[in-house]
C-alpha cells in the first residue's frame, strides 16, 4: 500500500533521476547493453563478457541487499562487483576510495621490502631511492585525493609517514595535533628536498588546478565546469564577480563539497584568486612564497585534510 501511495512522486521530482527498486535499475541497465550490443555488432566488434563487470554506486544497506550476483544477458552471466580497477586507480561502490589507498600501502610495502639490504644504506641513497621507486606511487593520479573519504586520506598520510619513519628515521617529536606543527615537519623535510604529504598534496592541487584554468589543451569539461560569478548575467554588481561560482547545495557527508567544480572554485577563490592568472613562473613563485600560511589557509577551509601525525 506503501509503493501504491508514493508511486507518483517521481513525477514531482523532474530534476532528480529516482528509481524506487533495483531491479527497475537492472532492466534500464540491460536496454542500454542492448543499444551497446547492437552498435558493437555493426562495427564488427566483440564483448570480452568474461572481463565486462557491473558496479551499482551506493552504500545504503538496504539497497545492496536487493542486488543479485549477477545479471543475465543474451546467455552471458555479467559478474556484480563491489570494486573494480581502472587505470590502476581502485574505485569502491560507495567512492570513499579505501580499496585503492590500501593497495597502494600493499604496492609501498613490495617496493620497499624488495631489497632487505635498502635499511643499512646511507641516508642519501635511501632518499633517492625513496624519491624514485616509492613518490611515483604517492603521486599517481593525486588530484584524486579530493574526492577521498578523511579515513581514506588519514590512512594515506599513515602510509606514507610510515615510509618517511622506517626508512629514513624521521619520526614526530612533538603534538602534530596543531596544524602550525604540521609545517615545522615540512620545513625539516625540505632540508631534504622533500615535503611533508599535506603540502605536497596541496602543491600538486595547486599546479593541476592552474593548468586546467589556463592551458587551452586542458579538458574542456573540467575547464568549463568552473565558472566566474561575471558570467551569470545578473543586473546588479556583484562584489565577487571575478571570484569562481560555488553552487549552493549542501552535501550531508564529511567531505561537503565533493564535486570538482564546488572544491577548485572555492579552492581557487580562498587560495590563489589574484594569482591563477599569472605566468607559469610567477605561479610557482607564489606557491612557494609563504608556503606554511597556504597551508594553514587549506586545512582550515577544507576539513578533510585536517589530519594527525599516526603512525601504524
Not at 500500500?1 to 507518483?8: C, E, L, R, T
Not at 566483440?46 to 538496504?62: G, P
Not at 566566474?228 to 561560482?245: A, E, F, G, V, W
Not at 591563477?276 to 577551509?301: D, P
Amino acid at each position: 500500500m506503501f509503493n501504491i501511495f508514493i508511486n507518483d512522486l517521481p513525477f514531482y521530482l523532474k530534476d532528480i533521476d529516482s528509481t524506487f527498486f533495483a531491479d527497475k535499475l537492472i532492466f534500464k541497465f540491460i536496454r542500454l547493453m542492448e543499444i551497446l550490443t547492437d552498435w558493437c555488432s555493426h562495427n564488427l566488434l566483440d564483448i570480452n563478457w568474461n572481463k565486462t563487470k557491473v558496479m551499482f554506486l551506493n552504500n545504503q544497506r538496504i539497497f545492496k541487499s536487493l542486488i543479485p550476483n549477477g545479471i543475465i544477458f543474451n546467455g552471458n552471466k555479467i559478474e556484480i562487483v563491489n570494486s573494480f580497477k581502472l587505470l590502476g586507480v581502485v574505485i569502491d561502490d560507495k567512492l570513499s576510495f579505501i580499496d585503492y589507498v590500501t593497495q597502494l600501502g600493499v604496492n609501498v610495502n613490495q617496493r620497499f621490502h624488495s631489497n632487505k639490504k635498502l635499511f643499512f644504506l646511507a641516508k642519501s641513497v635511501k632518499i633517492q631511492f625513496f624519491k624514485t621507486f616509492i613518490l611515483p606511487i604517492f603521486d599517481y593520479c593525486l588530484s584524486l585525493v579530493i574526492y577521498f573519504s578523511k579515513k581514506a586520506i588519514q590512512k594515506f598520510v599513515n602510509y606514507y609517514n610510515n615510509c618517511l619513519a622506517n626508512l629514513l628515521n624521521f619520526k614526530a617529536t612533538i603534538d602534530y595535533r596543531i596544524d602550525s606543527e604540521f609545517n615545522d615537519f615540512n620545513d625539516k623535510l625540505s632540508e631534504f628536498g622533500l615535503f611533508n604529504i599535506q603540502h605536497r598534496i596541496l602543491n600538486k592541487l595547486f599546479i593541476y588546478i592552474y593548468k586546467i584554468v589556463n592551458n587551452d589543451k586542458s579538458p574542456k569539461d573540467l575547464k568549463d565546469s568552473l565558472s566566474l560569478n561575471s558570467t551569470l548575467n545578473k543586473r546588479y554588481d556583484l562584489r565577487n564577480k571575478n571570484k569562481y561560482m560555488i553552487s549552493q547545495l549542501n552535501y550531508n557527508n564529511d567531505l561537503k563539497n565533493i564535486t570538482f567544480p564546488d572544491f577548485f572554485s572555492k579552492f581557487i577563490n580562498l587560495l590563489c584568486i589574484d594569482s591563477i592568472k599569472q605566468n607559469f613562473i610567477n605561479f610557482q613563485k607564489f606557491i612557494l612564497y609563504n608556503f606554511n600560511n597556504h597551508y594553514l589557509n587549506f586545512v582550515n577551509n577544507f576539513n578533510q585534510f585536517k589530519l594527525l601525525y599516526l603512525l601504524n
